[in-house]
């Protein structure tokens, strides 16, 4: 059916016809002779999925089609209507209409640019929805054509970039990159889209690099920017070479690097301040009642939302990985200050693939934690406050997913040589908030109003520390306990290798190391049926070992060594079970039956400490008449008794593996960004792509 434009320059279906024809065309009888108004664009594309070609005999056809408004929604509900060997039917006109839609983005035309970028992503979204089911078809043959394919492709990426790197309205660019999200995250798992294969010749990888490094485009794109290479670096990297992987390692543009992070950092810090003024109303409500409605409600009828609102950062995280994992250069942004209370950055948009925009209402400080907003900030800090939020509570799988993903880019950080560097500068010092979960012993979850300033090193500790003090439960995180233990070895590493004397508490790790010990030992029984805790104690005991072989180099004073000693001696029957545990195993046919052997081989020294020291503290005991002695008598004794202490020379005690996502995180990964995946296209409404304020700028500009 021909398209026209009538007196009022909305375009009509038939000019020769006259006002009568038009109106017999747009109006439909329904029942009781009712008449129904029907879009125009409706009209059009009914004779679409039915197979005819409504260009035909109207050179202008095509001009005029992409300037009727384009409904999104009903051309994914037109392909949600049609069965396998219907959509084959249709190939010849999916096919033109892709081709159309291509050569309409090429014209300097914004608003007819924005309706071909539209119908590009109704008609990607609605073909791929389709692939879903058992119809066999090839999804790149549908949509373009197999012979046309490469080149349609190489036009399409050519002038998205185009459209991205000039200067064109915030809201082109902004679709241009929507087209580009739902084009990747078309099928759940991105190494399938076999679409991405055009994407990776054609590269978009200079486009996102220059949004990132300019603040304007930033501040409008940034979110989907990031977003786009975060999912574009997934594609099939166990399998062969991804470009993005190659471009992102070597990248050292430190505006785009900087901006990259100040994304990042934007997102989590909308996090942390609304996790803060949430908690801050609740401590606030005051009263038993209120303390109890509150806690009633966060279990019963907030508890979806807030697993949502975890979700969301599941992509910024993934993106902060891949940039800690791949980039060297990265690490030096995550130190980059800036002062919290000047920065102002747009939040984090509900859902992941939602932009964050200017008119949204900046959230306020709780003032609880108002001291700290003058303090200067960096995404580390940023980034240690919000892992201490999703670590509190990891007992559902969101939640512990996230918890992991965290550990393992602080895993990356600890093992960076660079990284270790900055977090250990006693000349940078920061202001983290750590949270803590609730416990009987102390009222609050947050005791972060007056946070010390410290070297980073030991924010990390403090973070590690909780986690583990806090989470000695049956139903053990084991895999999370595994990487803090790494991430503790990895730091006292470091401190050894370059004698760095770290002003940190460390008896308050002592202790929590042992009370995991004396944990394990009394749940050994169920514990052992469920998780490899002969390895868990090996690690547990390869620390201690670091600081009685090594202490010297890196504790901040000779007290702290004393104190070491103290602790083994005092907590001695820790280790005297942990002993015979390992002496039960290695006598036994039991597949721990090695590893526990190398256990007793790692608890050598300790024993060897509790059994010079502690005869000697008796001694002392019954001499003076006491029944008990005091922490400082002890450490006495100890002190005066180093010269007679004889112990064995432990080797390899400051190696570890270093990380590596293959194999052993490959399916995590690919599960996550599964999930990740399908979040984005669950929230990619139609509405998203389709704006009145779109039209309404690109006609002011026009």
């Known amino acids: 059916m021909p398209l026209a434009t009538g007196q009022t320059g909305v375009p009509s279906l038939d000019s020769s016809s006259g006002q009568r024809s038009t109106k017999q065309s747009v109006f439909r009888t329904g029942s009781h002779n009712k008449a129904h108004m029907k879009e125009k664009f409706v009209i059009i594309y009914e004779a679409f999925f039915k197979g005819k070609d409504p260009s035909k005999d109207n050179p202008?056809?095509?001009?005029?089609?992409?300037?009727?408004?384009?409904?999104?929604?009903?051309?994914?509900a037109e392909f949600s209507k049609l069965n396998g060997d219907q959509l084959l039917s249709l190939q010849e006109n999916i096919n033109q209409l892709f081709y159309k839609c291509l050569q309409t983005i090429k014209q300097d035309h914004p608003i007819r640019t924005v309706h071909a970028l539209q119908t590009l992503c109704g008609l990607i979204r609605g073909v791929f929805k389709k692939?879903?089911?058992?119809?066999?078809?090839?999804?790149?043959?549908?949509?373009?054509?197999?012979?046309?394919?490469?080149?349609?492709?190489q036009d399409l990426i050519e002038s998205v970039n185009k459209l991205l790197m000039a200067e064109n309205s915030a809201s082109l660019k902004k679709l241009c990159l929507k087209l580009l999200l739902v084009l990747i995250t078309a099928t759940d798992?991105?190494?399938q889209n076999t679409v991405l294969e055009y994407v990776m010749i054609n590269s978009v990888f200079e486009a996102i690099v220059q949004i990132l490094a300019n603040p304007v485009s930033r501040q409008n794109h940034g979110y989907d920017a990031v977003l786009l290479l975060a999912i574009l670096v997934q594609y099939r990297k166990y399998e062969s070479a991804n470009p993005y992987i190659v471009k992102l390692s070597i990248l050292d543009d430190e505006p785009a690097l900087t901006g990259f992070a100040h994304v990042v950092s934007t997102s989590l810090t909308d996090f942390n301040m609304q996790y803060k003024k949430k908690i801050s109303q609740v401590e606030s409500s005051g009263g038993f009642?209120?303390?109890?409605?509150?806690?009633?409600?966060?279990?019963?009828v907030a508890e979806e939302a807030h697993i949502d609102s975890i979700r969301v950062n599941d992509s910024i995280l993934l993106a902060l990985y891949e940039a800690c994992h791949l980039n060297r250069n990265f690490i030096t942004t995550l130190t980059h200050s800036q002062t919290a209370g000047t920065r102002s950055p747009p939040l984090t948009p509900v859902s992941p693939i939602k932009t964050p925009t200017e008119e949204q209402p900046k959230i306020e400080l709780p003032p609880a934690i108002d001291q700290t907003v003058d303090q200067p900030s960096n995404l580390l800090v940023t980034f240690l406050e919000y892992s201490?939020?999703?670590m509190q509570d990891i007992k559902d799988e969101t939640r512990f997913n996230n918890a992991k993903l965290c550990l393992v880019i602080l895993t990356c950080i600890a093992e960076d040589q660079y990284g270790n560097s900055m977090i250990h500068d006693v000349n940078m010092n920061f202001r983290v908030p750590i949270h803590k979960m609730r416990m009987r012993h102390r009222r609050s979850s947050i005791d972060v109003r007056t946070p010390p300033s410290r070297p980073l090193a030991c924010s990390l500790l403090e973070l590690v520390v909780e986690f583990i003090s806090s989470h000695m439960m049956k139903n053990m995180p084991y895999e999370l306990y595994l990487k803090c233990l790494g991430i503790i070895h990895r730091v006292i590493c470091y401190q050894k290798k370059c004698r760095v004397r770290l002003q940190y508490p460390w008896k308050e790790l002592w202790t929590a190391l042992l009370n995991m010990l004396k944990f394990i030992l009394s749940n050994e029984s169920?514990?052992?049926?469920?998780?490899?805790?002969?390895?868990?104690?090996?690690?547990?005991s390869n620390i201690f070992n670091l600081f009685i072989t090594y202490g010297d180099t890196f504790l901040p004073n000779p007290d702290s060594y004393d104190e070491l000693y103290y602790e083994m001696i005092r907590m001695h029957q820790i280790f005297d079970n942990l002993y015979s545990m390992c002496l039960r195993y290695s006598s036994s046919e039991s597949e721990h039956k090695d590893s526990a052997t190398r256990l007793?081989?790692?608890l050598a020294n300790i024993r060897a400490i509790i059994n010079h020291f502690s005869p000697k503290v008796d001694a002392w005991a019954t001499a003076n008449h006491l029944s008990s002695l005091t922490e400082e008598q002890v450490l006495n004794i100890v002190k005066t008794n180093y010269d007679t202490l004889t112990l064995k020379l432990q080797e390899n005690l400051d190696q570890y593996e270093r990380y590596s996502e293959k194999p052993r995180e490959v399916a995590f990964f690919t599960n996550l960004v599964?999930?990740?995946?399908?979040?984005?296209?669950?929230?990619?409404?139609?509405?998203?792509?389709q704006t009145s304020e779109m039209l309404q700028e690109l006609s002011v500009i026009r």
């Open 674 to 689: 599964r999930s990740i995946v399908i979040d984005i296209r669950q929230n990619a409404s139609s509405s998203d792509i």
């Open 289 to 300: 009642f209120a303390s109890l409605t509150n806690m009633m409600g966060s279990m019963f």
């Open 526 to 540: 169920y514990l052992a049926k469920k998780y490899n805790i002969i390895a868990l104690c090996s690690r547990i």
């Open 60 to 76: 202008n056809f095509w001009d005029e089609l992409f300037l009727l408004k384009v409904n999104v929604g009903y051309i994914e």
């Open 388 to 390: 201490s939020i999703i």
């Open 131 to 153: 692939s879903h089911g058992d119809y066999g078809f090839d999804t790149i043959n549908i949509l373009m054509g197999f012979d046309s394919a490469e080149s349609l492709m």
């Open 189 to 191: 798992n991105v190494s």
């Open 600 to 602: 007793i081989n790692y």
